[in-house]
């Protein structure tokens, strides 16, 4: 699909400031559970270190839906 993904960077005095949106399936990651962390890698099921991992580093999460985007928005403070 073109045009499928967008990623926006801006540089703040303070940080970066970061926008990704794409033509996915409808997905909030702010509302995915958390990955067992603590369990076995067998008894673990796949995906979810991703958002797990921005949501560490990351700060200001925002999710919204915009038509046919999923867009969120975040900022990585220096």
Known sequence: ??????????????GVYAEYSDRGRPF??????????????????AGGLG????????????YRRAGDWNRITMRRPC
Do not use: C, G, K, Y
């Not at 699909?1 to 303070?14: C, F, G, I, K, S």
């Not at 958002?51 to 925002?62: G, P």
């Open 28 to 45: 909030d990651p702010l509302t995915a559970p958390e990955p067992h962390l603590d369990a076995r890698l067998e008894e673990r099921s």
């Open 51 to 62: 958002v797990h991992l921005v949501r560490q580093i990351m700060r200001d999460l925002e």
């Open 1 to 14: 699909m073109e045009n499928a993904v967008q990623v926006r960077l801006q540089l703040l005095e303070d």
